[in-house]
């Protein structure tokens, strides 16, 4: 069997930006020093209102939702690449949504902490937070076991394997493209 990904997701609508997703007064944080990476991680999704509800809970430090639906310009805002890093460091392994900041994606596959996986459909408007899913890889698609229903996803395409490796550097390394560190 391929690579999936399954287990409870958390929704959220359009124009999610930087600032929901891991707020200023947190980019003090070092993501290279596991403990500020996991701190980082438990305030990913804390600038959101409160409509939403919590996407970690109270004196938690990851989140039980191992994938986001979105709406469209999913990580607008300013280029940080904190967003996708606090999404990671929490426990996210993918984002759904209808479409992406530019910036976020490619920040989403610089640093390989998760996949930016693009619908077809405006899956925001049809799953709720807490529904279980499962996220095939090898089919592009999505499966709400809550709804019995399958969603066509768009595939990852060039940025799955560097995602795989664990972003650019550590896919340039493991293709050659630059040395392996010694």
């Known amino acids: ?10 929704v959220v609508d359009d124009n999610i930006d930087t600032d929901q997703i891991i707020p200023a007064e947190y980019l003090t944080l070092v993501p290279s020093k596991p403990d500020e990476y996991e701190k980082l991680g438990s305030y990913a999704l804390i600038g959101l209102p409160d409509r939403y509800g919590k996407f970690i809970a109270e004196g938690e430090m990851k989140t039980t939702y191992p994938i986001v639906i979105a709406g469209q310009n999913f990580g607008c805002g300013s280029s940080r690449e904190h967003a996708p890093i606090a999404l990671g460091a929490a426990g996210v392994e993918a984002v759904v949504a209808e479409s992406y900041a530019r910036i976020f994606f490619r920040n989403c596959t610089a640093t390989g902490e998760l996949y930016p996986w693009e619908a077809g459909d405006r899956l925001c408007d049809h799953f709720e937070t807490g529904q279980e899913v499962t996220l095939d ?9 809550t709804l019995n229903q399958e969603y066509s996803l768009k595939p990852l395409g060039e940025v799955g394997p560097v995602i795989d490796a664990g972003g650019i550097f550590a896919y340039a390394r493991q293709t050659g493209m630059i040395p392996n560190k010694a």
């Open 1 to 10: 069997m391929g690579k999936t990904i399954r287990g409870l997701i958390f």
């Open 137 to 145: 890889f090898d089919q592009n698609r999505l499966i709400n076991h």
